[in-house]
């Protein structure tokens, strides 16, 4: 199995600031048809997972512009440019290029 | 809009068996995919199953495997996990999920399985 590794675990971040986080895949990701199929999920408290990057950097429709995603190979990066409160919760990265389909332990985000 | 609403959650105990139903709706159900993932508590997300469109293909995590069973009515647009044998450690919030490509794209809001003796 591919093992996801996020780091870090919790991180506190200001409003206003940039924010980063970090997540590593046991094996490459990249697919044979050549995409690499790493994606970004957010889960507020109390609510459902929801999806924000796919491919490693394409935005879902409605997700706003501060967020974005880069990376290849092994590691991936998700970023948010200007943190707002409503972007508390936690961060999954998530890989499906192999099944079976494994997420990160997820980063916790909190504000400062 | 995509919709998912998921049922079926419960108090059961140790070895009994439960049945949750994902109800969706906004899509063509037909031709996607569709998948659960559970998340225990103080733990992070986990993939259980997967299903094909026509519900010919089944996948399944290895600590489920023999015990759950994934399936869907095309006519009904819904989706189903047959969950038998449940142990303490299935114990989760059990979400049904919209594949993207290699992606849960929708997700419902999450049925309750607690398995408590």
């Known amino acids: 199995d591919i093992v996801m590794t996020q780091t870090p675990l919790s991180s506190p971040v200001t409003l206003g600031q940039p924010a980063s986080f970090s997540c590593r895949s046991s094996?490459?990701?990249?697919?044979?048809?050549?995409?690499?199929?790493l994606s970004w999920l957010q889960q507020r408290p109390g609510q459902p997972p929801r999806l924000l990057i796919y491919?490693?950097?394409n935005r879902l429709s409605g997700v706003p512009d501060r967020f974005s995603g880069s990376g290849a190979g092994t590691d991936f990066t998700l970023h948010i440019s200007r943190v707002e409160a409503e972007d508390v919760g936690v961060y999954y990265c998530?890989?499906?290029?192999?099944?079976?389909?494994?997420f990160g332990q997820g980063t916790k985000v909190e504000i400062k | 809009e995509v919709q998912l609403v998921e049922s079926g959650g419960g108090l059961v105990q140790p070895g009994e068996s439960l049945r949750l139903s994902c109800a969706a709706s906004?899509?063509?159900?037909?031709?996607?995919?569709m998948g659960w993932v559970r998340r225990a508590p103080g733990k992070g997300l986990e993939w259980v199953a997967d299903?094909?469109?026509?519900?010919?293909?089944?996948y399944y995590l290895d600590s489920v495997k023999g015990r759950f069973t994934i399936s869907r009515d095309n006519a009904k647009n819904s989706l189903f996990l047959q969950m038998n044998s449940l142990r303490v450690e299935d114990t989760a919030v059990y979400y049904c999920?919209?594949?993207?490509?290699?992606?849960?794209?929708?997700w419902g809001q999450g049925t309750q399985v607690t398995v408590s003796s």
């Open positions: 999920a919209r594949h993207g490509d290699r992606c849960f794209e929708n």
């Open positions: 906004g899509f063509t159900f037909s031709n996607t995919w």
């Open positions: 491919q490693i950097s």
């Open positions: 299903i094909n469109h026509v519900g010919t293909e089944t």
């Open positions: 094996q490459s990701l990249v697919y044979g048809n050549g995409k690499t199929y």
């Open positions: 998530m890989q499906g290029t192999q099944l079976p389909w494994t």
